[in-house]
């Protein structure tokens, strides 16, 4: 079978229809099923936590609290969030990772006692000053890392994030009475197994390059889903059983119990989500035919900000049978002021065109995997309000985020 029609009957159009329908086009849709047989793949780690910038919602937080996962946060925003969804501060529940902290977040996070995961030695400094005994961890860069794109490379020279020197830190942690709890070590997005054994080694040269006990290791996130090549898939039990042995090494050594934890955003919610536009134009311009969306980056910017691969299908407004053996090849733009706005581009911009069916105006186009880093990256670019969120659960669907009036949007400057 055709591959978009395998994809497309994979996400049930007529459900997709009928939400549709209900709440028009473009639309962010998500799969519960999804969440919760990614989550069930990574049963084995003690501890899962959810990396939510990749998707903040709060519906989506609390599938997570339900089946047994905890939840990062990187901003006072996310917190909240978390603390919305039903997770709990003093406990395991919320780590907040960042390489700064704002007095604001400060604040709340000494406020509900939540574990702080240090980037930098001015944040050993300022907890250190304000929240003595303040549980922490802290963020390895092991001095190189690894990435799908350069941009979410988080390992080595050019990265931003982590503490290099964990000796330094230790000694500063100690000066000011903080509590080390836990390691943490989150290279980049994408898995390669010689280069996470090199991964496995830094942990265990940082963890025992101090004395002291610690409850927690945690691998970071970077697990891959397949966007365009089923080589892409991780194999999440060589993957642990790596880790696992890096643990138990460690653990043996420092002479105590630590727990194994993973920190996915892509891997639990990617496949999970669609995002669903109509087509409003089909423009042919010399030899190349551009179809444009009622959809745009500021929407989804993966594709312009990293070149990345998603498959596109097509969806009939009537749900009538289309001619997989007769395909025009078409470029895929939206509805933006800036010549950028298309979502077949590769990493250096240059655009390629893909092949499907024949459509007509009024079809809809359903841009896959889009569940990570669709929604909670989206913007109000060209003053285009924010798009509804509907979750399918089952054979049902509610909607967990309502599309932003224009007015709402105007009303921070009135
Ligand atoms: C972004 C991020 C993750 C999740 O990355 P994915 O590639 O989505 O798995 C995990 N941990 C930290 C600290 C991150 O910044």
Redesign the pocket.
Known sequence: MNILKKKLNKVNPEIILRIIKKYKSPIWIYHEKIIQKQISKLKKFDIIRF?Q??CSNIHILKIMKKNGVKV?A?SLGEIERALKAGFKGNSEDIVY?SDIIEDNTLQKVILHKIPINIGSIDMIKKIGKYSPKHKVWV?INPGFGHGHHKK?N?GGKNSKHGIWNLKKAYELIKKFNLKLIGLHI?IG?GVNYIHLKKVCQAMWTQATSINHKISYIST????TIPYKNYKEKVNIKDYYKIWNKSRNKISKKLDCKIKLEI?????LVAESGLLVSKIESIKNVKNRTFLLLNSGFNELIRPVLYGSYHYISVLPMDNRNLDYSNMIKVIIGGPLCESGDIFTQKENNDLYSIKIPIVKVGDYIIIHDTG?YGASMSSNYNSRPLIPEILIKKNNFIQIRRRQTIQEMLSLEI
């Open positions: 990396a910038k990749a990062d990187v990772t963020r979410t988080t989150h997005s970071g996130g970077g697990l920190e996915p955003g892509r891997y990570a």
